[in-house]
Each structure stands twice: as structure tokens, then as C-alpha cells.
T-cell receptor
Framework: AQSVTQLDSQVPVFEEAPVELRCNYS??????LFWYVQYPNQGLQLLLK??????LVKGINGFEAEFNKSQTSFHLRKPSVHISDTAEYFC??????????????FGTGTRLTIIP | NAGVTQTPKFQVLKTGQSMTLQCAQD?????MSWYRQDPGMGLRLIHY???????DQGEVPNGYNVSRSTTEDFPLRLLSAAPSQTSVYFC?????????????FGPGTRLTVL
């Protein structure tokens, strides 16, 4: 079984300040990792994903995330946030399996609020 | 290319009523799924389908039925609505092998059961 923990349910940040949203996962097999963003009253859209290779992954809108296998983490970062980054952010994990029943498990989400 | 569409956007039901939430995609994706989103609980998988004629249960299937007669459509049926089914429902689709492919989400249906 796999699981995702997002410890921070809400993160307020001043505009132009840096931000880190934390994500830890648990799985008995190798995983793929994702960050999705949900803007107010919209569906989710993919920010970035880690499949293999470089542990630093760059996504849209200036976000990046670093995969740390030893700490089972996949934290999301942005060096300078903008008002338009106000949204809910979801970390998700899928386990690499040969059984054809892959599922995506989502964390509970972190609501990022940008303070002008 | 409309992507993933869902209807209706809003719905209010009385306890015991039934209804169908519609979902369609025009990207020829094999995989489709339904999630519910509740405050503090993230997204939970209700049912999913890996192709026409094939469906399976997710994490919270009770009270919901699905069918997949075509690649494009994946309706979700509430058999007898209960207040516990008040939620926001999202349909999503992706190419086969969900493990590494991006899921595309619809705009959601906000359901209230009185």
C-alpha cells in the first residue's frame, strides 16, 4: 500500500517571499511522484512529476521539487511567490507495478495563501 | 479539443433521490476515474476504468455505480443519495498506465444532498 502525507494544511506567505510545501510518502516499491495544483473553483492540473533521472524536477509557473529517496520526501518550492499562486496544492504518488492496476494516491492538500 | 467535461456543475438532491453525473473526454484516453473531494481529506478514488467495458472499485465505492460503454463517456450513478455524499466530484482521464501519465481533470460537480 502507498500513502502520502502533507503535514501543512495551510501555508500563508508574503508576496515575493520563498515557499516550501512539504510532502512525504510511503511505499514498499519504487514510486512516481506528482504535484497537482487546484485554483479556486477549478479542477486539478499537473505542476510537475518525477519519474526517474535528476532528482530536481522543474515544473510550470516557476515551481520545482526535489525527490529525496532516503527521506521519502518530494517537497515543492518556489523562490518568489506571486498573488496568482494562491491555490491548493496536492502531492500524489503511484507505485510502479507490473499488475496493471496502478492507482494514484493523493495527499490531503496544502492551501497556499499569498499575502500582498 | 474540449478535454474533460462534466455536467451538471451544481446539483441539489433530496435524500433517497438518484441521479447520474456525466463525464466525457475527447482525448481518446483509455483510463478514466471518478474522485470525490472533501475538506481535509484530499481526493479519494470512487471507481475507475481502464477501457470500454472494464470498471473497478476504488477506495470509496459504496453508494455509487459506473459503466463504460464507450471510450469517451464514464457516467457516475448515485443510486439513493445520502447526506454523506455531499461533496465535489471530479472526473479524470489519462492514457493507459496511470502510474506515470498525467491525469486531466474536469471542472467538477458540486453536489449537495439534503
Amino acid at each position: 500500500a502507498q500513502s502520502v502525507t502533507q503535514l501543512d494544511s495551510q501555508v500563508p506567505v508574503f508576496e515575493e517571499a520563498p515557499v516550501e510545501l512539504r510532502c512525504n510518502y510511503s511505499s514498499s516499491v519504487s514510486v512516481y511522484l506528482f504535484w497537482y495544483v487546484q485554483y479556486p473553483n477549478q479542477g486539478l492540473q499537473l505542476l510537475l512529476k518525477y519519474l526517474s533521472g535528476s532528482t530536481l524536477v522543474k515544473g510550470i509557473n516557476g515551481f520545482e521539487a526535489e525527490f529525496n529517496k532516503s527521506q521519502t520526501s518530494f517537497h515543492l518550492r518556489k523562490p518568489s511567490v506571486h498573488i496568482s499562486d494562491t491555490a491548493e496544492y496536492f502531492c500524489a504518488v503511484s507505485s510502479i507495478s507490473n499488475f496493471g492496476n496502478e492507482k494514484l494516491t493523493f495527499g490531503t492538500g496544502t492551501r497556499l495563501t499569498i499575502i500582498p | 479539443n474540449a478535454g474533460v467535461t462534466q455536467t451538471p456543475k451544481f446539483q441539489v438532491l433530496k435524500t433517497g433521490q438518484s441521479m447520474t453525473l456525466q463525464c466525457a473526454q475527447d482525448m481518446n484516453h483509455e483510463y478514466m476515474s471518478w474522485y470525490r473531494q472533501d475538506p481535509g481529506m484530499g481526493l479519494r478514488l470512487i471507481h475507475y476504468s481502464v477501457g470500454a467495458g472494464i470498471t473497478d472499485q476504488g477506495e470509496v465505492p459504496n453508494g455509487y455505480n459506473v459503466s463504460r460503454s464507450t471510450t469517451e463517456d464514464f457516467p457516475l450513478r448515485l443510486l439513493s443519495a445520502a447526506p454523506s455524499q455531499t461533496s465535489v466530484y471530479f472526473c479524470a482521464s489519462s492514457y493507459a498506465d496511470l502510474s506515470y501519465n498525467e491525469q486531466f481533470f474536469g471542472p467538477g460537480t458540486r453536489l449537495t444532498v439534503l
